[in-house]
């Protein structure tokens, strides 16, 4: 499994033979010019995790892309620019449900994005957990910490969010217990010296786990 942090939240996951970008949002960068893509899957709605401006040109230079939203994500899209396209194969990614991409299995999970503040309504949030014969199981919880699926080997740990804090970070990351490795994302809103602050914290805590940081944006092999 080859993952690249394309920065923030977004990855390019290539494994099992198939390429599949998770949340190309407005936090990142160089997801724009990417092909060869089988699927595009956004967590949530919220814009740092999908680009609504910028994702019709990616699916239309990605022919055949399978395009998979969380429920609510999916129904906006829907109405936007990309329903109107009918060469769009955009469809709902509801928890429970498993999506094929040849030898790579995705499997939707969770439900709800994390509380920001009681007077900020909640949206929805899908989890996802990628895997494949011979490949390590892969976790991207989207915005939320409240699920911790078995047998993670691979932890996509949000590192930042105005719905965190520090000790729910490290908290999350020993539920999960990655048996490989962590990769942080989801920190955008951070220094460089914040977020090696952050880092040395969760490090401290977490002595077990092997925190892969990549600066924020880089490539990483299983």
Not at 71 to 100: N, W
Not at 117 to 140: K, W
Not at 188 to 209: E, F, H, P, Q
């Amino acid at each position: 499994m080859r993952i690249s942090h394309l920065g923030h939240a977004c990855l390019l996951v290539e494994a099992a033979g198939t390429r599949v970008l998770v949340d190309p949002g407005t936090f990142s960068a160089g997801w724009e010019e990417l092909d060869g893509l089988d699927a595009v899957l956004v967590t949530h709605a919220h814009p740092d995790h999908v680009d609504v401006e910028k994702l019709p040109a990616l699916l239309e230079g990605n022919d055949g892309a399978l395009l998979r939203a969380e429920p609510e994500t999916a129904a906006s899209l829907e109405g936007s620019r990309l329903g109107a396209d009918g060469d769009v194969d955009l469809a709902a990614f509801h928890p429970g449900e498993a999506l094929q991409l040849g030898a790579l299995t995705v499997r939707a999970v969770g439900g709800q994005h994390a509380l920001i503040h009681p007077d900020v309504p909640r949206v929805g949030n899908t989890g996802l957990v990628l895997s494949a014969p011979g490949e390590p199981v892969l976790f991207v919880p989207g915005d939320a910490y409240d699920t911790t699926p078995e047998g993670v080997d691979v932890l996509a740990l949000p590192l930042n969010a105005p719905w965190a804090t520090s000790a729910m970070t490290v908290d999350f990351l020993r539920a999960v217990a990655p048996t490989t490795a962590a990769v942080p994302v989801h920190d955008a809103l951070l220094s460089a010296t914040g977020r090696k602050g952050y880092l040395a914290n969760i490090g401290r805590l977490c002595s077990d786990v092997d925190i892969r940081d990549d600066g924020g944006r880089g490539v990483h092999e299983f």
